[in-house]
């Protein structure tokens, strides 16, 4: 007999552990199977993640109040209601994801199961409980194709409908759903056609998922073929991407889990690069994976890869339906898909046997999960390689300063340099406006006269223009347009954060409070302004100033991407084509436009307001603007046209703006990473933040600080170690969203420490509160 392990598919904010249920001998439960199982008098589904031989022991699992149970008294598994999702290795990656990130085990596990494909347990009005079949399931299509009488068959001189599905038939199989919407009902034709035998109709599954935003590819049949049909030949590399390749071809062959950091420019060749790896890898019998920001996840980066493997590309993201998902997680499984192209989601699909982990863009927020469990995609990848002794290859024109750092440091680290664009264009000069200035000599446009002049001349020239908003969250900080003075915390040298109640000034870092000041703390100035202006102001101000343009008036289209317009599924993809297809146009947005961008006539790049990033209250501010203007910048030019960058500030002193302007980085890192280790900053330091929420304000406030006495005595007593400190409760930069109350709390230790492991024990042994929430956020991202 067998003991299983079953975590409980429950949602919970809790730590959680499985459970131990014996397996019925005549059950085929494995690993990776979700079962129906009881629990303190409720039914529930849960995944197996441990399977172990039964032996006649006592202490073969515990019951609900830690007594041991013999093999003989545990419960039962009541049925098997899937085949494995997972095996052991990816159950260990749950539990090493649980462990790392302080997150629920069953948060992690359900990364590894497709969404909606497993049934659920519901009570009934009754009492009882039941088991509700899955939405989600597989989709068969009726298809037509040649019978063996198919070329014998001749239908009569009036029996147009048949002639007509004959033939669609000649040119190849065709679905009756198709050929129902050309020549209305055909059931009576296909009828008569199957009965002479001249066609065959059968039903064939639907793969979706490769549909939808990706090219249409015909269905594997019977998945299975794991062949490799390139439809695009690989160009020959340059001197730099063949460095790089060999790179990567060292750490596969050290078979460790070693990294290679790409450090190329925008249009250097990166990609070229981990396509002809991952060719290597293929020929070597091991698959891989690719990770691209899920903005950059187009038609055209899957096309890239289904160019070079074909067929054998499965794609795998979050805003896919489950119903694609579903579809794409057997297409793997089924073995027929070598590549997984996705977002951080596909590391967690059956592709076996992975030898490479490719994460472009790695430098991208979006590698780290927002919600429980707060995994960083990096991390977890490298973990894997490790395991399985793959290599993880990261891209960016723009790492991250723990790649980078890390990459200095760690001896399994490799840093290659692609530094020239593929094509030979140089990158665009950058300009920065000071626009301290501009408003000392009494212009009060948000576009300095610069920025106005050089939109008029190339608009007028039909050339493009991207002008970036910098915005993110609702964080507003004070900024004398005198100066260019924004007041910092004296502790953390972060921006402080206006509170328009009570007009404050906050550090979401120690909690240090201020009033705010009526006038500029630096010269005197009465000008402080409230930051944080709207896109749609900002387009409506563009607006006026075009439409004065001579040459350019109305007619020229602003195409504005922000949160609002690009909600709904694919409206980030129709606005890039519509700034593509237009002749002279401006594309107006935040962030997002700074990635994926690929036009060859923007001749332009305006970072209208370079002030917002770096004024975050977050120590990757400067990091992260800098990180922006290199990026944007990297769209102007691309072509024959060349390009040109402006970048608006009110403190064009700012080490970040000024290095990033001559795109220099080391000049960068030399007035970033000291700072950082002085006052105890990542990479210098771990960090954890502890994360408290609900609907009362002053009973999140309370208990955000029982858990800071909590985790100060954790630090204390049970740590010991007087490099770890805890930081004062205070609320979130977004202290308030959608009427929930959000505090946190900053722990830091040694870069070396293990921060997770005494935070978990602090998070087992912390009593559920119904009311407020808390979790931790491990190596947080955002503050
Ligand atoms: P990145 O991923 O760094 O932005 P890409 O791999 O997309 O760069 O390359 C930029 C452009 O240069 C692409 O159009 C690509 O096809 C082309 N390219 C890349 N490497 C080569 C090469 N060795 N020879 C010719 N063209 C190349
Ligand atoms: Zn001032
Ligand atoms: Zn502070």
Redesign the pocket.
Known sequence: MYIASVILDIPTQALDTPYSYAVPDDMAAEVGCAVLVTLGGRKAVGYIVDMEEATPSPDEGTDLWGNPLTAAELRQVEAVLSASFFDEEGAACAQYIADRYVAPLASCVRLFTPPGAVPRVVRGRDGRWRLEEPKIGQVDDRWVTRGPAFDAFVPRKNAVKQQQVLEAVAVGDVRVAELAAEFGAVGGTLKALAAKDAVVVERRRRLRGMGGPLPASPAPEGAGSASVVATAPA????AG?EAALAAIEAARAAACGRVVLVD??????????YLQAIARTLAEGRNAVVLVPEISLTPQTVARFRGRFGDAVAVMHSRMSAGERYDQWDFIGSGAARVVVGARSALFTPLANVGLIVIDEEHEGSYKQDSAPRYQARDVARWMMERTGGAVVL?SATPSIEALYAAAKDPLWTQVA?PER??GRPRPPVEVVNMAAEFASGARSMFSGKLTRALAAELSAGHKAVLLLNQRGFAKFLLCRDCGFVPECPHCATSLTYHEQGAKLVCHHCGHTVPAPPTCPECGSPYLKKFGAGTQRVEADLRALMNTMPGVGSRVPIIRMDADTTKAKGAHQALLEQFGAADAAVLLGTQMIAKGLDFDDVTLVGVINADTQLHLPDYRAGERTFQLIEQVAGRAGRASLPGRVMVQTYEADSPAIRAAASYDRAAFLRTELPKRQMLGFPPYVRMANVLVWGSDEHEVATEAELLHAQLTELVRNEVGDARWTVLPAVPCVLGKLRNTYRYHIVVKAPADADISAPLTRLFRARKANGRVSAAVDVDPMDL
């Open positions: 160009p020959r590399l340059t991407q190329g420019v925008t249009g250097s060749g990166k990609t070229e690069v891209g692609l593929a094509n």
